[in-house]
């Protein structure tokens, strides 16, 4: 293989030209997010559900080497369904399309990929951010850096619960990667409506959002990423009690199993699916669908803002 452009979905290809609203979807989530056979379930979800809200969804994945955006259903079928997917960070992007590798994109190289094919808007369940313990191992996701150099609207439930999610403001801060609370002044937390932590700004719409965003392509002074952290409502959060007793469980399989890097985030999430007996996933399932009809009603507010604005 010697042509490594990146590759178009006809659907997302044809909106993309035609200037319609567009969200960037993750491929982790299918092939190491969630247990078989769920993932392509749940991935279908997504994109439908980002369709009903008058968007077109764009899930970003290697296949064979080729790094594509916008899936097909039998591409997508392919990273849900075979072995051996790797797991893709921004620096591993041209590593695994020159191995002709099968790959399902991170937060960090699904946002720096969606934003170099000219799409403004992507939904996630939760970000990477910095580890527990990292004061000792160092170990932070590369979706921080990445986000500080990406201006790209994140959708989001915050940062995983199992992360050091203090210490992940922190890094965002110093960063400079913009944080806002949709309807809310607390950090979400994942799993959990609150995650423990105050903002500084709250936003009320998607149209607000799609404000932010043009003022901030207009500034052209800041670089990185927006963060829209979307709570889920209390009453369909995970279990608080239930939560706490799993995260200490599993903190305590991780150093007894000798887990560390990429692998912890999968692990653990695995840990809460068993030991909730499912709960967890339901939760999981019900924060991305979430998130991907928001970023979907901000790409369709962002779109008509360009469409109204005088040259």
């Known amino acids: 293989m010697t042509n490594f452009h990146i590759r178009y979905g006809a659907e997302v290809a044809k909106a993309l030209r035609d200037a319609r609203p567009v969200v960037a979807l993750e491929s982790t989530i299918v092939s190491h997010g969630l247990p078989r056979p ?3 379930r749940v991935a279908r979800q997504i994109e439908a559900t ?4 008058g968007a077109v969804p764009a899930t970003i994945g290697m296949v064979g080497g080729a790094l594509v955006v916008g899936l097909d259903d039998a591409q997508l079928t392919r990273l849900a369904t075979v072995d051996g997917v790797a797991k893709l960070s921004v620096r591993d992007l041209a590593v695994a399309a020159a191995a002709g590798a099968d790959g399902a994109t991170t937060v960090a190289a ?11 808007v992507f939904a996630t369940g939760g970000l990477g951010g910095v580890h527990r313990e990292a004061s000792q191992t160092f170990d932070e996701s590369a979706d921080l850096i990445t986000l500080a150099r990406t201006p790209i609207a994140v959708v989001c439930a915050g940062v995983k619960s199992i992360l050091d999610v203090g210490a992940t403001l922190e890094r965002l801060e110093t960063l400079g990667v913009g944080v806002v609370g949709y309807r809310t002044r607390r950090f979400p937390g994942f799993y959990l409506t609150d995650g423990g932590f105050d903002l500084d700004w709250s936003i009320e719409s998607p149209e607000q959002v799609a404000d932010v965003l043009a003022a901030r392509a207009q500034h052209a002074v800041h670089a990185g990423a927006l963060i829209v952290a979307n709570p889920l409502p209390v009453d369909e959060q995970l279990d608080p009690a239930l939560h706490d007793r ?3 469980e599993g903190l305590a399989r991780l150093e ?3 887990i560390t890097g990429k692998a912890v985030t999968p692990y653990l999430l695995a840990h809460f699916h068993s030991a909730t007996e499912g709960a967890s996933l339901t939760v999981n399932v019900r924060i991305i669908l979430r998130n991907a009809d928001l970023a979907a009603r901000i790409a369709v507010a962002a779109a008509a803002r360009r469409t109204d604005t005088p040259a």
């Open 50 to 53: 980002v369709r009903a809200a």
């Open 38 to 40: 769920e993932n392509l």
């Open 246 to 248: 799993t995260l200490a």
């Open 110 to 120: 699904t946002s720096a990929v969606a934003e170099a094919a000219g799409i403004g």
């Open 256 to 258: 007894r199993d000798g």
